[in-house]
Every structure is written in structure tokens, then in C-alpha cells.
């Protein structure tokens, strides 16, 4: 099953990608938009069916590897889990 | 004495690092695969710059699971001397070699010019022979060399005199201009509490010869000469 992994930098953490971004699309008019914060995007397809074991192997795997805690905060999303 | 220098896929300072080891301060020296699992007689390891892994994910998040890396967290453990330099420092601060994390330089740009540096840590096997107060001029080249540390860590660096190196000015004052990525507390280095594992963003290997534009990292190659010879 697939899972997805959505990284961000803690808020306390200056982004700087996520602010330059920003003052271009201000820049280009989009005055409502308050703030961006880049992140990451993550797919993983893993040998379960199991929605909790996926999450499991998921958050295992961040913590391991995929995400920097020091600074990066994950959230895990089953995308069948919750079509459904 | 020998030294190793970790080759990863993606190393471009390795070869550096040998020259400055082996040529300038006639240390014998050797390449250590990153698939090595043995480090062989080794009194000194240098974790080197570049870009290991493309540096996909995060810099040095790859490289810190090589298998080389379970020995050289040995060495370490054990008191061995390690230097990582540029990427080598991102890496060691993945492995948790060092604390501390590094971030994309404060203004975007990839920084790549010579850099001044005080040395306010002179007991670690890599500055022990840096003349007290004396200004480095030592070249920085990294995208990420943002080192961040929370209040907590930084307040623990200090007072364990875990700061080895910072940016200041030509006058020795660390100054918010000095500083070129927008490093906590200005800092280009660290060591771990005992001391024998240094990680820094500027390039000491690349500083070894007057015709390179300064020969001041020799003070770094010169301190391991004399404390890692003198232990063994």
C-alpha cells in the first residue's frame, strides 16, 4: 500500500526557501498569502495491507532516516485509509 | 603516524585532504572506502568535503549509514581523532557524532570565498598548535553551512568550550557581517565533549600552500602532527 510522508521544518526553524518564495509571490501580487513553508514530499510503497503497520514502518523510517527531528517535523498520510 | 580519509561516492575533497596529509606534512596516509568495515591502523581519520550522495535528502543523511561509518563512530568512541570538514562535518552531525544541525545558508546562495576564523578551542588534536589569537584566513564553499543550535545546545556548547572555530573579521571581532550562512553564535566549528571529534565548514586542506592564497590551515594538519604523535 502506498503512504505518504509530508516533512517540514519545525516552527521554530527559519525557512529560508519558504521565505524567499514568499516575497517573490508577493511580488507577483498575491498579497494573501501570509506566509510559505517548503517542505518535502515522501511516497512510499510498502508490503502491508496493514494501515497501522504501514504507519509503523513509516514513522520508524523517518525517524531513522527520512526526517531530521532536530529540525523537521513528519506527518504521515495513508491516502486509501482515508478515501475511505 | 597514519591517517584515513573516507571516500564516499560524491567526495571531491578527499584527494585534497590526502595532498595536504601526505604531501605537506609528510603523514602517511590512506583512502578508506566508504564499504570498508575496517579502518586499519589508523591514528587519525579525516571525514571529507563534497557532496556524498548528491547530497539527496539531507546533506550527509546517506553518507552517515555507510558501513565505514559504524568504525569511524568506534574510532571516535575509543578518543581517535576525526576532522570532518564541510560535508564531513554535515555528516558527523548526522551520525550524532556532533550536535547540532546544519541548514541551508541564510541567504540561498552558495557561498564560495576565503573566510577569517578565531580559534577559541586550542585543545582538540586538530588546533593545539594554532597560535593563540592568531586570524585564519581559510576558504568556506557549501550551500548549507547554516549551523543551527538551539538555546539549550548552544548555552551546553559553550559551556563545555565545545566552540573550536568562529567567522569574525579581519580584526578578530565576531561580527553579524563576519558571518557567512548565518551560523548560531557565528560558530565554523565544534568538537564533542572529549574533545577528539572536530567538525568545521571551512576547508583547512585548501589553505596549505602560499600560492593557493594562504597557507593557514596548516596549523590544523600541524596540530595533529604534534598531538596524535606525541599520544602515540
Known sequence: MQVDIVITLRESILDPKGKASHHALENLGFNEISAVRIGKFIQLEVDTDDPAKAREMAAAACEKLLANTVMENYEIRIPDSTTT | ?232
Open chain 2, 1 to 232: 603516524m597514519n591517517f584515513g580519509v573516507i571516500v564516499f561516492p560524491g567526495s571531491n575533497c578527499d584527494h585534497d585532504a590526502y595532498h595536504a596529509l601526505k604531501h605537506i606534512h609528510g603523514i602517511d596516509t590512506s583512502f578508506i572506502w566508504h564499504k570498508d568495515t575496517d579502518l586499519g591502523d589508523v591514528d587519525g581519520i579525516i571525514v571529507p568535503g563534497g557532496f556524498s550522495y548528491g547530497d539527496y535528502l539531507r546533506s550527509g543523511a546517506i553518507a552517515r549509514f555507510s558501513p565505514v561509518m559504524t568504525a569511524v563512530a568506534d574510532f571516535a568512541a575509543k578518543g581517535g581523532p576525526v576532522l570532518g570538514i564541510c560535508n564531513g562535518f554535515q555528516i558527523l552531525l548526522e551520525a550524532h557524532l556532533l550536535p547540532g544541525t546544519m541548514m541551508a545558508n541564510e541567504h540561498l546562495r552558495f557561498t564560495c570565498k576565503f573566510v577569517n576564523l578565531l580559534c577559541e578551542n586550542r585543545d582538540t588534536p586538530f588546533t593545539a598548535e594554532i597560535p593563540e589569537g592568531k586570524i585564519l584566513s581559510i576558504p568556506v564553499a557549501h550551500g548549507e553551512g547554516n549551523y543551527y543550535a538551539d538555546g539549550d545546545l548552544l548555552k551546553k556548547l559553550e559551556d563545555n568550550n565545545q566552540i573550536v572555530v568562529r567567522y569574525c573579521d579581519a580584526q578578530g571581532e565576531i561580527t553579524p557581517e563576519s558571518n557567512p550562512n548565518g551560523s548560531t553564535a557565528s560558530i565554523a566549528g565544534i568538537c564533542n565533549q572529549k574533545g577528539n571529534v572536530v567538525g568545521m565548514m571551512p576547508h583547512p586542506e585548501r589553505a596549505v600552500e602560499e600560492k593557493l592564497g594562504s597557507a593557514d590551515g596548516r596549523h590544523f594538519f600541524e596540530s595533529a602532527l604534534a598531538r596524535i604523535a606525541s599520544a602515540t
